[in-house]
C-alpha cells in the first residue's frame, strides 16, 4: 500500500469518530511556563486541577491540540497567553474559528499558531461543535519563571469562569 493511498482512510477514520456516549468537555491549556506570561495557560490547569467533570491537557504548542481532538470530544475549551493588544491581565473571549483568526496577536515561534490550528481541526473534521477559547493578554514572554500580577489575576478569573461553566453543564 503506498503512502498516498493512507490519505483517504486515516482522513475517513478521523471523521468517523465514535461516541463514548457522554458528555466530554476538555479543557486545553497551552503554554510555556518557562517563559514568563506564556504559562498562562498552564496556570489555569493548575487551577482546575480539583475538577473531576473535565480533562484538563497541558500543551506546550497549539499543534498538539490535534493529537487530543481525535478523541470524543463534545465541548472544547482552550486557554492561552496572547500579545498584548491592549491591556496585560485583558481576557479575550471566542467561540468561532472565524472571530479568533481576525485577531492578530497570535504568534509561535516553533509551529503553526492557534487560529491555524483550529481551521485545520475544522477543515480535518476534529473540532467540536461547541469550543471557546480564552486568550489572556501578556506583558512579558522573555525566559523566566512566574506570571505578571495582571495575568495571574486573569489565570484566577479565567478559572472561575470555566468551573462555573462546568457546573452549569452538569
Same mark, same amino acid.
Given at each position: 500500500?503506498? #503512502? ?14 465514535? /461516541?463514548?456516549?457522554?458528555?466530554? !468537555?476538555? *479543557?486545553? +491549556? ?18 482546575? /486541577? ?5 480533562? @484538563? ?6 499543534? =498538539?491540540?490535534?493529537? #487530543?481532538?481525535?478523541?470524543? *470530544? ?6 492561552? %497567553? ?9 481576557? #479575550? ?16 515561534? #516553533? ?6 490550528? !483550529? ?11 461547541? !469550543?471557546? *477559547?480564552?486568550?489572556?493578554?501578556? =506583558?512579558?514572554?522573555? =525566559? ?6 495582571? @495575568?495571574?489575576?486573569? +489565570?484566577?478569573? *479565567? %478559572?472561575?469562569? !470555566? ?8
Amino acid at each position: 500500500m503506498t #503512502h498516498a493511498s493512507l490519505v483517504p482512510y486515516i482522513s475517513l477514520n478521523w471523521r468517523l469518530k465514535k /461516541s463514548s456516549g457522554r458528555k466530554r !468537555i476538555m *479543557v486545553a +491549556c497551552i503554554g510555556n511556563k518557562y517563559r514568563g506570561d506564556d504559562g498562562a495557560g498552564h496556570r489555569v490547569a493548575d487551577l482546575l /486541577s480539583e475538577e473531576t467533570s473535565v480533562d @484538563v491537557v497541558r500543551l506546550q504548542t497549539p499543534a =498538539e491540540l490535534l493529537n #487530543h481532538l481525535m478523541d470524543d *470530544v463534545d465541548f472544547l475549551i482552550i486557554v492561552d %497567553a496572547m500579545e498584548k493588544i491592549s491591556k496585560a491581565g485583558a481576557i #479575550h473571549r471566542f467561540n468561532s474559528a472565524e472571530k479568533l483568526s481576525k485577531i492578530t496577536a497570535w504568534r509561535s515561534t #516553533h509551529t503553526m499558531t492557534l487560529p491555524e490550528i !483550529i481551521e485545520l481541526a475544522d477543515s480535518l473534521g476534529l473540532l467540536p461543535a461547541k !469550543i471557546l *477559547v480564552y486568550g489572556i493578554e501578556g =506583558e512579558r514572554f522573555e =525566559e523566566g519563571l512566574g506570571l505578571s500580577e495582571n @495575568v495571574e489575576s486573569a +489565570c484566577a478569573s *479565567v %478559572a472561575s469562569e !470555566i468551573k462555573g461553566l462546568l457546573h452549569n453543564n452538569e
